[in-house]
Nanobody, 132 residues
């Protein structure tokens, strides 16, 4: 059974930091790109960032939405089947439910996807609230 379980959400003041984690099980985690998405009340789910299956926070292996670039960092540990999201300099507009998701394309070396439709597995989400 595939499971993605997010943790680490909470309430933080603007300018603060949070670290989200996503623990995966039930599928070959190490061969899929992993993404983070978020959904604020009344809004569509939106892309936050993604990391390629072979990891490494280098050009070409990660991609960030413009709204979070320079503030958020995605990383993964394949042997522990986890993906993390370090969020710094948080803003009230970062308030949302954050979801991790697994790309549907194993061992992909093509462009990293920002589309929800290209992710097969999703976690239940974790709430992040940033107060002003």
């Amino acid at each position: 059974q595939v499971q993605l379980v997010e943790s680490g959400g909470g309430l933080v003041q603007a300018g603060g930091s949070l670290r989200l984690s996503c623990a995966a099980s039930g599928f070959a985690f190490g061969v899929y790109a992993m993404g983070w998405f978020r959904q604020a009340p009344g809004k569509e789910r939106e892309f936050v960032c993604v990391i390629r299956w072979n990891g490494g926070n280098t050009d070409g292996n990660t991609y960030y939405a413009a709204s979070v670039k320079g503030r958020f960092t995605i990383s993964r540990t394949n042997d522990k089947k986890t993906v993390s999201l370090q969020m710094n300099s948080l803003k009230p507009e970062d308030t949302a439910v954050y979801y991790c998701a697994a790309d549907s394309r194993p061992l992909s070396d093509t462009a990293l996807s920002t589309l929800t439709t290209e992710y097969d597995y999703w976690g239940q989400g974790t709430q992040v609230t940033v107060s002003s």
